[in-house]
């Protein structure tokens, strides 16, 4: 099996930074697309950035110029720096990754980490 840990959530206040971090553990060949998403109270579910094996990246317009999606391949990890956080960015954060395993693709959600961005 695979599993995807997130880390680095919490209480920030507005204008502030945080940096969350995934590790991908498990049989696991290859991870092609990894990437965040959020979902607040009442809410759906939204990307919130991607990142491909090759380093493209792509943002919601809502975080563009304030987060920064990165990955280490050789430690099937991924993270999300966040910067200048606003209350609206409060919500549960999931880390997820498209693992290639005995030649096929699956995709794997981590558990979440809340983070909260209030004063």
């Known amino acids: 099996q695979v599993q995807l840990v997130e880390s680095g959530g919490g209480l920030v206040q507005p204008g502030g930074s945080l940096r969350l971090s995934c590790a991908a553990s498990?049989?696991?060949?290859?991870?092609?697309?990894m990437g965040w998403y959020r979902q607040a109270p009442g809410k759906e579910r939204e990307l919130v950035a991607g990142?491909?094996?090759?380093?493209?990246?792509n943002y919601a317009d809502s975080v563009k110029g304030r987060f920064t999606i990165s990955r280490d391949n050789d430690k099937n990890m991924v993270y999300l720096q966040m910067n200048s956080l606003k209350p609206e960015d409060t919500a549960v954060y999931y880390c997820?990754?498209?693992?290639?395993?005995?030649?096929?693709?699956?995709?794997?959600w981590g558990q979440g980490t809340q983070v909260t961005v209030s004063s």
């Open positions: 990142i491909t094996s090759g380093g493209r990246t």
């Open positions: 997820n990754a498209d693992v290639v395993r005995i030649g096929r693709e699956y995709k794997y």
């Open positions: 498990g049989i696991i060949c290859s991870i092609n697309d």
